[in-house]
């Protein structure tokens, strides 16, 4: 009888064994499944920050530029600003005539 009780719970072990193993391998492709995931998470995340580093550098550039513009606004408003530009390009208020100095030649 003690040789038919070793018969039997050898059998019950393999199978246990066997058990363990599909769970081991179960529990390593989820792993990895996971491990995967997380890389790619990772690798879109960094893309992400680069496109929002890029998008703050041009907001950057956008807003100094538009303050550029506002004070040129500012300074259109201002008549005598108009008339400094007005003589820049040759015009100038009726019977005002225009200066020019030539630097003499060596």
Partial sequence: MAAHNATTTTPVSVGARRR???LLLVV????SWAAYTLIVQ???TGERASQMRAAKDK??????????????????NDDEYIGQIAR???????????IHM????P
């Fill in 20 to 22: 363990l193993k599909l």
């Fill in 28 to 31: 390593a492709l989820f792993m």
């Fill in 42 to 44: 990772q690798h879109h």
């Fill in 59 to 76: 907001l950057t550039q956008v807003q100094q530029k538009n303050a550029q513009l506002q004070k040129e606004i500012e300074r259109l």
């Fill in 88 to 98: 820049q390009q040759g015009m100038g208020l009726p019977g005002e005539q225009s």
């Fill in 102 to 105: 030539e630097k003499p030649s």
